[in-house]
């Protein structure tokens, strides 16, 4: 993916119809049409064999109009400059649907952590943040885990900045370990949050949570926490994919042992507890197809695209992952009927919660688990509702009427600060 990556491109033309139908001064808007800063890096890390590799990392700060940027990072084989701008873009959105203070920013590196040892990894993880630290700070900017990145990464980058600062800064990052003034419930809010959203829309179509049907693509932080907290709500997990294959019951999947299994295993493959398809192209088809009330894509970009959406027979699709469904995609799902939770509403549970842990590290004082859960529950309530009138009045679907919400706030923010200097 190049630095316009379909992605860049789905988000940008979706803003630029969101202006237009609010009759936004594009004077103002098209400030929003490029990312503030970007940054490239390229470095070399030790491995442990004693040879040097040569690793390329990023971090896009979309726009601060909103407060400081925030925004995951992730280490993966295919992280590309286009694909940060546009996860970046996408997190600016997402905070200003959610009515969070911060604006949005994206980093990764290109590597196959996979193939890597703790070692190396945190050897990356500590360069890179090195590399990027003239852009950190918890008034500037604010990096959190995103795919194949988790509390231990957060921890070493916010000891490598404490380190360089001469003091201890845990605003720095969130969806850090708790011991180091992490949130509690931060690392499933992004799971709870898509299950909370899922709640209040099936009520909206008189459809009931307890005995519907779900399939999930990914079984990471995002895809497990979804199954769990939908499990517990009563529905039945009939498929889940990752990249070991998909297991599928209809009688339903046992999750918390699938949990305990990928806790211990990593993947679901050697889960005794359904029919299991060991290539996970395969298994995406089939679990894409499926026949169940509700999908949630929560693994990674441009997974339902105009080749596969018209075999989803799914009646609602909430995104759990960022950016699954490409644009001419959703064009036929809104031709078929589908009601589609957009990314920017569906998974903002998680950046909820790190500005939660945020406000947390600013006061060092903790809240605890119940006061999180309940004000995530609250927020991303709101957020919901309140796209969900905007769909309404305007005729459209979620994702243009989350847009103009999105689009609308930080052009009127740009507005009232006015162009510098
Ligand atoms: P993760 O690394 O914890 O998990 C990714 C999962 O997807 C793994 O189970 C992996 O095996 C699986 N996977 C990868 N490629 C796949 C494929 N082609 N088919 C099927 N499964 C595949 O990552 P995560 O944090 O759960 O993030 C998943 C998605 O959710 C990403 O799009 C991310 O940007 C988005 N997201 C994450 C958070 C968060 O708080 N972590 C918040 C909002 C959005």
């Not at 609250?378 to 989350?402: P, Q, Y």
């Amino acid at each position: 993916m190049s630095q316009s990556s379909g992605l860049l491109l789905d988000v940008l033309s979706r803003m630029d119809e969101a202006a237009t139908r609010l009759k936004l001064d594009w004077e103002i808007y098209k400030t929003l049409k490029s990312p503030r800063t970007s940054l490239t890096a390229t470095f070399p890390i030790r491995m442990d064999d004693g040879s040097v590799e040569i690793f390329t990392g990023y971090r896009v700060l979309y726009n601060y109009a909103r407060g400081p940027s925030k925004g995951g990072i992730r280490f993966h084989p295919d992280v590309r400059i286009g694909e940060v701008t546009a996860l970046a873009a996408l997190m600016m959105l997402k905070c200003a649907v959610a009515g969070v203070p911060f604006g949005g920013a994206k980093g990764g590196v290109t590597c196959d952590p996979t193939k890597m040892s703790m070692n190396e990894l945190e050897r990356l993880t500590r360069r890179y943040t090195y590399m990027i630290l003239p852009l950190l700070g918890p008034e500037k900017d604010i990096p959190a885990p995103d795919v194949n990145t988790n509390e231990q990464t957060m921890a070493w980058m916010m000891d490598t900045y404490s380190m360089l600062a001469g003091y201890t800064v845990p605003g720095v990052v969130t969806g850090k370990p708790f011991e180091l003034g992490g949130s509690r419930g931060r690392s499933y809010a992004t799971g709870r949050g898509v299950a909370y959203v899922t709640s209040e829309l099936l009520q909206r179509l008189n459809m009931s949570l307890k005995g519907a049907t779900v399939a999930v693509q990914g079984f990471g932080k995002v895809g497990s926490n979804t199954a769990r907290f939908l499990h517990q709500e009563g529905c039945k997990i009939v498929g889940v994919t990752d990249l070991s294959g998909g297991i599928y019951n209809e009688n339903g999947i046992d999750i918390p042992s699938l949990i305990k299994h990928t806790n211990n295993e990593k993947y679901i493959s050697g889960f005794d507890g359904g029919e299991f398809v060991a290539d996970y192209k395969k298994a995406n088809e089939k679990l894409i197809r499926s026949n169940v009330d509700i999908l949630v894509p929560a693994a990674l970009e441009n997974q339902i695209t105009e080749e596969n959406a018209s075999e989803i027979n799914a009646k609602v699709i909430v995104e759990g992952a960022n950016g699954p469904i490409t644009n001419s995609a959703d064009i036929i799902l809104s031709k078929k009927g589908k009601t589609v939770v957009p990314d920017i509403v569906a998974n903002a549970g998680g950046v909820i919660v790190s500005y939660f842990e945020w406000v947390q590290d600013v006061q060092a004082y903790l809240w605890t688990e119940d006061q999180v859960n309940q004000r995530l529950k609250e927020v991303i309530t709101e957020a919901f509702l309140k796209v969900w009138n905007i769909a309404e009045k305007h005729g459209t679907d979620m994702r243009h009427a989350a847009y103009m919400e999105a689009v609308r706030k930080i052009v009127e923010v740009t507005r009232l600060r006015g162009i510098f200097p």
